[in-house]
């Protein structure tokens, strides 16, 4: 094997350990997760907070052409939120502004992810998505109060 091979080969492994060590980094100190699909034949058919408890919720949002159903929900702070995400026509973005949740609103699944709102504040909902001529109004809002 040559000099350089051996190089090429030695740092390709080195970097394979780096990025092997980053995800589990990601995943367990930082809690940065993927969104899960559920692919189900029956979805939800509209948009609604559901209060499981005090501090736990669960959102069934619709992304449609060109607004976010529901636009609006208001949870105390501390709250854990499971967001369920369907898209009733085409493909939308989803992202939560100052979190990590950016999802994929896909038609015939559902994306999901969990995130608990420890902040009180409003926190921006857009798409991310270009979805057409209505794309720039697809917008809603997470308001955290204080609890
Ligand atoms: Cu929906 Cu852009």
């Not at 190089?7 to 980094?25: D, H, M, R, T």
């Not at 209060?51 to 736990?56: G, I, K, Q, S, Y």
């Not at 607004?67 to 501390?78: H, K």
Request: one cysteine or more; aromatic letters at 8%; a negative charge.
């Amino acid at each position: 094997m040559d000099k350089s091979e051996a190089l090429a080969l030695g740092l390709s492994a080195v970097l394979l350990l780096v990025f092997f060590v980053a995800i589990i980094y990601a995943s367990t100190a930082r809690g940065i997760d993927v969104p899960t699909c559920i692919t189900d034949p029956d979805p939800f058919q509209r948009g609604q907070l559901i209060e499981h408890a005090e501090d736990r919720y669960e959102v069934q949002m619709i992304a449609q052409m060109w607004s976010f159903q529901p636009r609006r929900i208001e949870i105390p702070a501390g709250s854990q939120l499971d967001i369920y995400l369907r898209a009733a026509d085409i493909l939308h973005g989803f992202k939560i502004e100052g979190t990590n949740i950016n999802m994929m609103a896909v038609p015939g699944s559902i994306n999901y992810m969990q995130l608990t709102f420890d902040e009180p504040g409003t926190y921006p909902l857009i798409c991310h998505e270009y979805c057409g001529v209505g794309h720039h109004n697809m917008r809603g809002e997470i308001v955290v109060t204080e609890s």
